[in-house]
């Protein structure tokens, strides 16, 4: 907001045009700013933002000129705006802006009626902001209907996003049986996702009474905006002011037609776009096989050298239209992140937490289906470092700590891959009631050892997690398990580390898109497998002879750690006959977690539409659904994260 | 790639069957309520599932078999980019696993949600028009995949349960 306050002061001392579409921004932060004060009940904010509403809306109307004085005002009530937030959460000091702000709130009133002089439209009796947003025609037809002594009624209904054409059209013809649809207008305000809303302005014979009658439409409203008399005495326009009113209005369609640049498309129709590429992605494999197939016999080489060029030039333009459609789903975090922060002011207030959250990375980019899916797994990882992280503010000040604490959220793009890390200044997880709490509920043996990750990582064990009393005295841990799964279910890892009396921070790890990936095809014996390659570290040709055993697992010596090896083909019992000298090991791991999987072959790296299995065999652990490379075959897709997790959970108990 | 047919000879055979039905639902319609059936051969014997829950009838294809998963089911198969799970239905109901042979067919099935499965059997026949009287139960079933039987010309014919059959585990 202060950003843009600042813009259009430098464009207005500039002297030139002021952009409209920069105070539409002013205005609508100024709206948003005054839900947000309503929300939390911060009257004064709340207050000063619906002037300020107001003036913005007046100025965006053409209702007021812009002058110094009223830049101003907006420049003041921007600082007030900043130390009012300052003080959210101190009742005194919101207190004491009380005065200035009324004062303030006067002085742009006041600014607003002074100004607020009828232009020559505002004869016809109607709402301007209505009046601009009418075509020259509509505003002619409008004229003509009023010198008839027709009414004029605005009809609002609400639709349907995925049917409102039908039902509008519906609503029109009923209309056009009694009068004529002037014009039809998207109406602002407050609707749900999902709907809708139009006015329709409508000339008609009937009065008010009559229509709403006559239309039986229940979800339409009818409100009087002129009422139609028998003989109109119509300013009747000299023929320059015709143009003058015009030129003013220009600005403003222009804005109305900039914003209708973007368009809201279902994210499902984004889903079959991206299923009709991922079957374009198949075909484009079969061709270049076909391609390869023919090059290789002498005599239709020179046919296969040509399918192959057309198979290059249709590969780039594919990938164009891959990535677009994959940039169309891309969203930033920044959507979640204002849904948490809205979350964490009220837990302040609820759990009487002095807490603040600081953001980084908002402007990182997910793909919509998991940025929607992760919503929340990280209100769950935020209520807990709440709730239970942070200790009671004495403690805090006794341990020497900030009283206030903070709650650190970050998001970046590492690879093909997006971390979110939430993290506390809290007291850290109590290592010692976990285990306790571990023990008694028999998750754990009394002797078990356990190393410091493994005792962490108990969290997120299911039957744990649901006791809120260990939550209570261990710190931490409600639900965990649930996200846990969730992210999981996208393909991702969760991970975390705490310091005791420091903090505790959990990360998630996530793939940027599940709609298309790169995946590494790998060959056990006669099978083929799809790794997806966001997961893979790195190939390493081995020597059988290399593999070193402890208690019958296979280690391998990687740079001087011992990374744990599985090989595929007795992960899933695969018929070997037998194994060559020479393997293959696939280091994989999602977040810091590796584990090495032993394969025959690589076969390269493909672009995958992974898809679901249809049937119980979705439930067969192992395996993220199924790929087809181009030969009309099958080729599962390993899910990483649960053989990793299996690895090293099968470790544990070893 | 001489196994696979494309998808047009696919909907002729399906559209022929469909046909043949239509020709013989004639004027001897009664009151009672008429059940379509497709038919289908497995060892030998004849077994029906309702036409509404067929989706399509495709030729055998290449199956990627699923580690970790019980030995009626086949694997998964790639029907135009979908990922289906390919049951054995001999195995499922306990008779043998199904040979391969130029009649072997794929009966893909409409499950509850929204996605299909697919049913080998041993070779396909017709769609029959059943009326109410002529369906009696079923008794002595193993596994519960068998519901009812129907006459038809002369012959019984075993009316599988699908939603049994589907969830049906090893």
Partial sequence: MREDYLDLDDQRSSGGEVDPDLINRLFRSAHSLKALAGMFGLESIQGLAHHLEDILDSLRLGRVPMDSPLVGLIDESIHTFANLLECVGDPEALAAFNEPVEDLSNRIEASAKETSAGGELESLEIDSALLRALTEYEEHRLRESIQRGRHIMLVGSTFEIMSFDEGLSELSDSIRAIGEVLSTLPAPGETPESQIRFSLLVATDLNIAELTETLDFPDADVQLVREGAPVVELPTKPAESETAPQAAVAPELESLRSISETVRVDIHKLDELMNLVGELVIHRASIGDIAARLTALPQNAQIGLELSKIHKSLDRKLRGIQSAVLEVRMVPMRQVFDKVSRVVRSLRRDLQKDVRLEVFGADTELDKLIVEELVDPLMHIVRNAIDHGMEPVQERVAAGKDAQGCIKINAFQRGNHVVISVGDDGQGIDRAALIARAESLGLISADAELSDREVLNLIFTPGLSTQSVVSETSGRGVGMDVVRENVMALGGAVEVESIPGRGTRISMTLPITLAIVQSLIVGVGEHRFAIPINAVHETLLIDTSEIQHSEGREILDLRGEALLLRSLAKEFELDISRSSEKQFAVIVGLGEQRIGLLVDRLEGQQDTVIKPIQGSLKNVRGFAGATELGDQRAVLVVDVSSLVEDALSRRESA | ?170
């Fill in chain 2, 1 to 170: 790639m001489s196994e696979v047919t494309t998808s047009s000879d696919e909907a002729r055979e399906w559209d022929d069957i469909a046909r043949a039905a239509a020709d013989r639902g004639d004027s001897s319609e009664s009151l009672d309520e008429i059940h379509q059936l497709l038919s289908f051969e497995i060892a030998g014997a004849p077994y029906a599932v309702p036409v509404e829950r067929v989706r399509e009838i495709v030729r055998m294809r290449p199956v990627t078999p699923v580690p970790r998963s019980s030995e009626d089911v086949r694997g998964v198969i790639s029907l135009r980019g979908e990922m289906i799970e390919l049951v054995d239905l001999g195995r499922r109901l306990g008779l043998g696993p199904i040979e391969s042979s130029r009649r072997t067919r794929i009966i893909v099935i409409k499950t509850g949600d929204d996605e299909v499965v697919g049913l080998l059997v041993d070779a396909v026949r017709e769609v029959m028009r059943i009326s109410d009287e002529a369906i009696q139960p079923a008794t002595g079933s193993d596994t519960g995949a068998v519901s009812d039987l129907c006459k038809f010309e002369d012959e019984f014919v075993s009316m599988i349960e699908l939603d049994r059959v589907l969830t049906l585990d090893g």
